[in-house]
């Protein structure tokens, strides 16, 4: 189904808290989106939503951290349930989280994001999600975790980033992914 027929199917018009500033404030990661609107969004800003390979590899950084710092856990280092803060947060208020090497902010905690790829292979319409959440905990926000979900689905923990496409290249269109992390075990919806 593409982006066009499954935002008409779901007669999605525009982000759920669109015009809500606890959720969408100027500085706030967009939320509530569903990969309809993510995948539709990064297409028109010409580039796509990464891939479950692309997303990975960005937030495990050169050095193939656990975390896009390191490989130790950190408390308040970014906004997962940890931190408290209880909602998304301006984007790059936590610097010492931030992927120095690519120059990637909220790669872990904020909120999870959309992408390209289909998720569990018994649910083929399923869509994937990264990077953990504020309402996640320091096992979430590891950079293999992953969660999936109905490609309509829009809540507040959901979000997205454009990955750019390069110049002269095509847009991606992943049918189904290759698991990135080595052991995953599936639970409640999610495998970690």
Request: net charge positive.
């Amino acid at each position: 189904m593409t982006a066009g027929r499954g935002l008409s199917k779901e007669k999605i018009s525009s982000p759920l808290y669109w015009r809500n500033q606890n959720f969408n404030a100027p500085n706030q990661p967009v939320v509530n989106v569903s990969w309809y609107e993510a995948d539709a969004f990064s297409r028109w800003a010409g580039g796509q939503l990464p891939t479950e390979q692309q997303w990975e590899a960005a937030a495990r950084g050169p050095g193939g951290g656990e975390y896009p710092w390191g490989n130790a856990w950190e408390d308040g280092i970014c906004n997962s349930r940890e931190a408290g803060l209880g909602s998304p947060s301006a984007v790059g208020i936590f610097p010492r989280s931030r992927s120095v090497e690519l120059g990637l902010d909220d790669m872990s905690g904020n909120v999870f994001e959309w992408c390209a790829d289909q998720g569990a292979a018994n649910d083929a319409s399923g869509r994937v999600g990264r990077g953990g959440g504020w309402s996640g905990d320091s096992v979430s926000c590891r950079a293999a975790c992953r969660r999936w979900g109905g490609p309509q689905n829009r809540n507040v923990h959901l979000g997205f980033r454009v990955a750019a496409v390069p110049v002269g290249g095509a847009v991606q269109k992943p049918e189904r992914a290759e698991p990135v992390a080595k052991a995953r075990t599936k639970r409640g919806g999610a495998a970690k």
